[in-house]
């Protein structure tokens, strides 16, 4: 005879789905939404002779983008990071679409050693990243002419991170060695979901294996390479961690690897002789914020809408 009771009504009893959402909500909310909303309220005050904080409007935007000290300093972060961003839309990806492309060949062997490989620098410290490639391109002790003399290349070999020229780009293609491995797993994994039967079919039609790639797997994946130019947007203007580790919060030479992290870093918390203003660095991430937001609302409303999707 089947029991009736609060214990049948609590097994049939179901939790509304916000009470699942509820601790990933509060703790996003918490540690994300809280502080950007605090730091965007905070851009519109300022503390002048270290008073209590007043409303001040807009005036520490007109500072940052008006004043002629401040504005230069922002301009100048801000090209340095399109330039660091190009690099690795340029550089990065197609690598990486070429490396999935090659990994996801049927007659490929020792596919997965490939993989972990090519992942693994992922996996290591940014700091660590930092400090082995200033052992192997420094002038001095550094093994980078070593490693060119191997290919009879040592003529060209020359202090690449103390030039004001060819210090961003050399730090842009360390971390494209390091984060290559995120595009490339990503399309991979995009390029193992399209059946096999179309590839089959191509190949008996007579063609190639890069024409199979080509024509069919990459319009295929154009969503997964979309997806992944905007998390390279997103993540080349948050960045900040490499550049401190080689360059320090001056990002020298002479500023030329400075990027709006650095900038932010500078302005908020001070380093050596500048004082640090939360005010205005809350302002320089509040522009960071809408810099980002802006190309995240081009990806969506131009870019993700034309691509065409299709059913596998």
């Given at each position: 005879m089947a029991h009736s009771g609060p214990m049948t009504d609590w097994r049939k009893a179901k939790l509304p789905v916000f009470a699942f959402l509820a601790p990933a909500t509060i703790i996003y909310s918490l540690f994300m939404i809280y502080p950007l909303i605090d730091s965007i309220r905070l851009s519109f005050y300022a503390a002048p002779?270290?008073?209590?904080?007043?409303?001040?409007?807009?005036?520490?935007?007109?500072?940052?983008?008006?004043?002629?000290?401040?504005?230069?300093?922002?301009?100048?972060?801000?090209?340095?990071?399109?330039?660091?961003?190009?690099?690795?839309?340029?550089?990065?990806?197609?690598?990486?679409?070429?490396?999935?492309?090659?990994?996801?060949?049927?007659?490929l062997k020792f596919r997965n050693s490939y993989r972990t490989l090519m992942i693994m620098p992922t996996m290591l410290s940014v700091v660590i990243v930092g400090f082995i490639w200033q052992l192997?391109?420094?002038?001095?002790?550094?093994?980078?002419?070593?490693?060119?003399?191997?290919?009879?290349?040592?003529?060209?070999?020359?202090?690449?991170?103390?030039?004001?020229?060819?210090?961003?780009?050399?730090?842009?293609?360390?971390?494209?060695?390091?984060?290559?491995?995120?595009?490339?797993?990503?399309?991979?994994?995009?390029?193992?979901?399209?059946?096999?039967?179309?590839?089959?079919?191509?190949?008996?039609?007579?063609?190639?294996?890069?024409?199979?790639f080509w024509h069919i797997k990459l319009p295929l994946v154009l969503p997964t390479v979309a997806m992944v130019s905007i998390l390279t947007f997103v993540g080349n203007f948050n960045a900040f961690d490499l550049i401190y580790a080689v360059k320090g919060a001056l990002a020298g030479p002479n500023f030329s690897t400075d990027i709006m992290g650095t900038l932010f870093y500078r302005t908020f918390f001070g380093y050596q002789l500048q004082l640090g203003n939360p005010s205005l660095?809350?302002?320089?991430?509040?522009?960071?914020?809408?810099?980002?937001?802006?190309?995240?609302?081009?990806?969506?409303?131009?870019?993700?809408?034309r691509l065409a999707r299709y059913q596998l």
């Open positions: 002779s270290g008073e209590e904080l007043a409303f001040v409007g807009f005036d520490n935007y007109r500072t940052i983008l008006g004043d002629p000290d401040w504005s230069a300093t922002f301009w100048n972060s801000f090209w340095n990071n399109m330039k660091f961003f190009a690099v690795h839309m340029l550089v990065q990806n197609p690598i990486g679409i070429a490396l999935a492309g090659i990994l996801s060949l049927p007659q192997i391109l420094s002038p001095v002790w550094g093994v980078g002419t070593d490693i060119l003399d191997i290919f009879g290349l040592k003529s060209l070999f020359g202090p690449w991170l103390g030039k004001e020229g060819s210090a961003l780009i050399t730090l842009s293609f360390i971390s494209v060695w390091q984060w290559v491995g995120i595009p490339l797993m990503l399309i991979y994994a995009a390029l193992l979901a399209i059946p096999d039967d179309l590839v089959d079919a191509a190949i008996v039609d007579g063609a190639t294996h890069f024409e199979v660095g809350a302002t320089v991430a509040s522009l960071m914020f809408l810099i980002i937001l802006a190309g995240v609302l081009f990806y969506l409303f131009a870019v993700q809408r």
